[in-house]
């Protein structure tokens, strides 16, 4: 484990040397070799280097899945710079906000799509928002002329032969502990956390990763997980630049276009939630399509059940299924192997990766240590001490159980985050949002178990006397304001919410009552 690569400048270079011809990128008539990739990689940073954009400098990239993705984050390393992805789900406000936070020098954001204009919604939520350089990603919608927009190919051929020395002299002097990315999860007080990791953290979380998979050149791994998430991107992307394997991305989940994918792609690496296979599994027209090809599945972010697993072996004839923890501060903590039968995949997410330990403290919380832990929160030390202690260890805020093999359980959750189709869903950042709605007293939103997500919210309100405001109202006023996996399903209103005697409510009597 100790040879491979500690930045993504030289993990692209390796893989250019190693793979050259072998196909990197399949995202329909984009087919790119490694070579190619890195050849368009280094004209996209060179790109920025003409733009006056520095080393150190963040920029952002919100749109979803396809090659240009996967171009535009690895010539931001390769430019010296720092990644940061943009939930694709956000609305212009959220994506407005951390450009903001984090003085992005440039924005690589998708054109229209799916009826979506995010650079309008951008600028809609904030006349003033100005990023010096912004670079848009054609999708097949009717992009208006903007004279402030750069199209993703013309910047590419912004590329001079002197800038691309320079960007081959930035990449050569990445470090493994720059920082590459700055990853954004929410927090329990509301407010997201913008997570930093090092390039030899992000590379570090790849190779465990390849290693429990056994990845090898010959995969095709279909990317459904967002690219903006760490399950797309350094689960997905790092990996294959690793591996030799190919990314095939894809926009957006369908089913039938999922199971066309595999079919013609022969596709071998195919991660994702519990959902996915059960949607797969049930689907009416399953026998039209060759599957046969699927070798390797890793999911997780919900309970797996055995006759899932066993389903997915037996109907899908998946080699491996593997179930994997992690969190965005510890991207992958523990992971199922190859050999493991069903029961433990089904109870278990497997056992620390290499170069991780885990160990239960206080209340059975599932701590965390080892060299892929995060190195803090942006501009935010304070929480950053109270989630890794003195002795380095995360505390993740999950309970656990942890078996004589090493195999760890994850039982509970002392935070009250709930999973809603694979996201992390934070109560109170939905309460402060129904918190600036007119009428309502006070809100408390908890997880409900959801066939198909998982777990869905539902919020509880107390109105004021006299209000006329309604469900439908709260939620059209979530939807201007939340993504949409963050918007609760439905509205309770009540009397009171129900507190213990400091005044904290009692959310697991408001879960005991509907359960």
């Not at 950053?384 to 039982?411: E, F, P, S």
Request: aromatic share 6%; with cysteine.
């Amino acid at each position: 484990m100790n040879d491979y690569p500690r930045t993504t400048p030289s993990a692209l270079t390796r893989a250019a040397e190693r793979f050259g011809e072998l196909t990197a990128v399949s995202d329909g008539d984009a087919q790119l070799t490694f070579a190619q990739l890195h050849e368009r990689v280094r004209r996209f940073a060179a790109a920025l280097v003409t733009r006056g954009v520095e080393a150190g400098s963040r920029v952002a990239v919100w749109a979803p899945n396809t090659h240009h993705w996967v171009v535009a984050a690895l010539g931001v390393h390769h430019a010296g710079g720092v990644v940061v992805p943009i939930n694709t789900r956000y609305t212009g406000t959220e994506a407005a906000e951390i450009a903001q936070r984090v003085n992005a020098e440039a924005l690589v954001v998708a054109g229209n799509f799916l009826g979506a204009d995010r650079l309008a919604q951008i600028r809609a939520a904030d006349p003033a928002f100005d990023v010096a350089t912004i670079v848009r990603i054609p999708l097949g919608g009717d992009d208006a002329p903007d004279d402030s927009v750069t199209e993703f190919d013309d910047f590419l051929a912004l590329a001079t032969a002197s800038a691309l020395t320079e960007a081959d002299r930035r990449a050569d002097a990445v470090s493994p502990d720059d920082v590459a990315d700055i990853l954004f999860t929410s927090g329990t007080t509301g407010k997201s956390k913008g997570v930093l990791s090092a390039h030899r953290q992000s590379m570090g979380v790849a190779q465990a990763w390849a290693e429990c998979a056994e990845m090898r050149s010959s995969d095709n791994y279909l990317i459904i997980n967002p690219f903006f998430h760490s399950f797309g991107y350094k689960a997905g992307i790092l990996v294959c630049l690793l591996s030799g394997a190919t990314m095939v991305p894809m926009t957006v989940f369908d089913v039938p276009k999922v199971m066309e994918k595999i079919h013609e792609e022969q596709i071998s690496v195919f991660p994702g939630a519990p959902t996915i296979y059960q949607s797969i599994l049930d689907h009416p027209d399953r026998a039209k399509y060759q599957l046969s090809s699927l070798r390797l599945a890793v999911t997780g972010a919900a309970p797996v059940p055995v006759a899932l697993v066993e389903r997915m072996q037996n109907e899908l004839e998946f080699e491996a299924v593997l179930t994997a923890y992690g969190q965005t501060e510890a991207v992958v903590v523990t992971m199922c192997r190859t050999g493991d039968d069903p029961v433990t995949i089904s109870t278990s997410s497997g056992r620390a990766v290499p170069g991780m330990e885990v160990r239960l403290g206080e209340q059975n919380e599932l701590l965390v240590r080892g060299s892929d832990v995060m190195l803090g929160y942006l501009d935010d030390p304070e929480a950053t001490a109270k989630t890794i202690d003195r002795y380095g260890w995360l505390h993740t805020g999950d309970v656990a159980t942890i078996d004589d093999r090493g195999y760890v359980d994850i039982t509970d959750r002392l935070k009250d985050m709930y999973i809603s189709g694979g996201f992390n869903v934070y109560p109170a950042e939905v309460e402060q949002t129904l918190a600036r709605i007119e009428g309502l007293a006070e809100s408390a939103v908890i997880g409900i178990p959801d066939e198909r997500m998982g777990e869905v919210g539902r919020a509880f309100v107390v109105a004021l006397p006299g209000s006329d405001v309604t469900e439908d109202s709260i939620l059209e006023f979530c939807r201007d304001r939340l993504a949409k996996f963050k918007i609760p399903r439905d509205v309770r209103f009540v009397d009171t919410l129900p507190r213990n005697p400091s005044g904290k409510v009692l959310k697991n009597d408001l879960r005991e009552e509907n359960s």
